[in-house]
């Protein structure tokens, strides 16, 4: 049973950073896509960053240059960097894992965690 498990989230202000964990267990696919996606109330989930298993990345526009996604194998464990945040930014963000490489496609992926909160203040 695949297990996602978010941290890291919470208020900060405008320009500040903050780094999320994904902590993952039971996913023992070789081939994989792991991404973030983010959801504010009353908009659609949208993708922020994915990697897959070759350390191939993608952003959103909206965050490139700010983000930084990564992942430690070893831990398997999933991050995501965020700097230079701004309010747009506030969301629940989650972590999401699939065998196929969906990339930033948010209805596509099979495995998903429960999301962690982030506030940003102006």
């Known amino acids: 049973q695949v297990q996602l498990v978010e941290s890291g989230g919470g208020s900060v202000q405008s320009g500040g950073s903050l780094r999320l964990s994904c902590a993952a267990s039971?996913?023992?696919?070789?081939?994989?896509?792991m991404g973030w996606f983010r959801q504010a109330p009353g908009r659609e989930r949208e993708g922020v960053a994915a990697?897959?298993?070759?350390?191939?990345?993608t952003y959103a526009d909206s965050v490139k240059g700010r983000f930084t996604i990564s992942q430690d194998k070893a831990k398997n464990t999933l991050y995501l960097q965020m700097n230079r945040l701004n309010p747009e930014d506030t969301a629940m963000y989650y972590c999401?894992?699939?065998?196929?490489?969906?990339?930033?496609?948010?209805?596509?992926?099979?495995?998903w965690g429960q999301g962690t909160q982030v506030t940003v203040s102006s």
């Open positions: 999401a894992a699939d065998p196929i490489k969906w990339w930033l496609l948010p209805g596509r992926y099979n495995y």
């Open positions: 039971g996913y023992t696919y070789s081939s994989y896509c």
């Open positions: 990697i897959d298993n070759d350390g191939l990345t």
